[in-house]
């Protein structure tokens, strides 16, 4: 990785020449903005349904209430059809088709790579460490010329740890191209996000989601944080209404409740400390891997009959035995008080 001065870097020069030179679709809510008493613009059912409206393209509302709890500017706020969408429009948007690349750390989270190859874009892997750590030596010999982005997940999925954040620092000096810090179960560790640090890197993109502490999976609401001059980018290329009335408010309403998810993140994160104690003390159990997350990784005898054996019984985890470097792993969400005392007396059983 070849150290560049990454506060001067001109994000137009990383943009694909035909996402650069575009000219959007604008819609009716593009054209007028604010309020109006008659709306003859959009060709909508004029009768309330009261969803007969089409919604604010840009989520205004959402980004001004969520700026003021992250700290940022809603210039610097996309919100999409779950993280997926962004993961998605970063390829599209900085990646040639059939000529460039990602890179991702094995083992991580498979969307990136679904992603790529719907795009025709390629997908560099470099294998983190036994202890699920980048390895930072090997990134040079695994990069080359066509890699625009690189897809860092932290906490990572399916390991559950946080990546160093010196060695994350150390890939936003290096590299020229985006670096994409995908930080969905950040509200489960103490360490620090990096939506902070966007005014210090112009090419990085954190993403976040509604799905985890906030409780809001069915509403696939994913956020990214990102210099205006990026979400500009991803704003010109995106359906022009991918987040619908009903998830706006939605999310509003969650927003108006800061303390109710801090509650569940807190009980979450108790529930987690007494599982790992718990799964420590089973002889089926090898080995339980630290976890920042709202989940674990635990390595077992034999993945797949645990798998098995707990379905029988109708309670489901995840067999990750399958993922680069997780082999007999299954991976555990941590539930309420009652579902988790019901796993864990499974797992004695077995």
């Known amino acids: 990785m070849s150290r560049r001065a990454n506060n001067f870097i001109d994000i137009n020069t990383l943009v694909r020449k035909n996402v650069l030179n575009m000219k959007p679709y604008s819609s009716a809510r593009d054209e007028f903005k604010g309020e109006a008493e008659v709306y003859l ?3 909508e059912n004029p009768y309330p349904s009261p969803y007969n409206r089409y919604p604010d393209p840009l989520q205004w509302r959402v980004k001004e209430k969520l700026a003021e709890i992250k700290g940022v500017q809603p210039e610097q706020i996309f919100l999409g059809n779950g993280s997926d969408e962004p993961i998605d429009l970063i390829i599209r948007a900085f990646c040639e088709p059939n000529q460039d690349s990602i890179l991702i750390t094995e083992p991580t989270y498979g969307m990136y790579s679904v992603c790529a190859e719907v795009n025709a874009v390629n997908v560099q892997q470099v294998l983190l460490t036994h202890d699920f750590d980048i390895d930072l030596d090997a990134f040079p010999k695994t990069f080359d010329a066509t890699t625009k982005v690189i897809y860092l997940c932290s906490p990572n999925n399916p390991t559950g740890n946080l990546l160093s ?3 994350i620092v150390e890939v936003l000096k290096r590299f020229y191209g985006i670096v994409v810090i995908d930080e969905a179960y950040i509200d489960f560790t103490k360490g620090k996000s990096f939506v902070n640090e966007l005014d210090k890197y112009p090419n990085l993109v954190v993403l976040q989601t509604f799905s985890k502490a906030w409780g809001l999976a069915g509403l696939r609401l994913g956020m990214a944080f990102a210099s205006p ?3 500009a980018v991803l704003n010109k290329i995106k359906y022009p209404y991918n987040v619908n009335i009903r998830t706006q408010d939605l ?5 108006d409740n800061v303390a109710r998810k801090e509650s569940w993140v807190e009980e979450i994160i108790e529930e987690r400390e007494e599982m790992v104690k718990a799964l420590k003390k089973l002889p089926i159990v090898d080995k339980v891997y630290p976890s920042d997350a709202n989940f ?3 390595k077992v005898k034999d993945a797949h009959q ?3 054996e707990l379905m029988d019984q ?7 035995s399958k993922v680069t470097l ?3 792993c299954i991976r555990i969400t941590i539930g309420t008080p009652e579902e988790n005392k019901r796993l864990l007396q499974a797992l004695k059983e077995l």
């Open 314 to 320: 109708k309670i489901i985890v995840r067999d990750r």
């Open 165 to 167: 954040r010196d060695k």
């Open 306 to 308: 645990t798998y098995r």
């Open 41 to 43: 613009d959009a060709n």
């Open 326 to 328: 997780c082999y007999n």
């Open 251 to 255: 999310a509003l309403e969650a927003l």
């Open 229 to 231: 001059e990026i979400i």
């Open 296 to 298: 674990v990784l635990v």
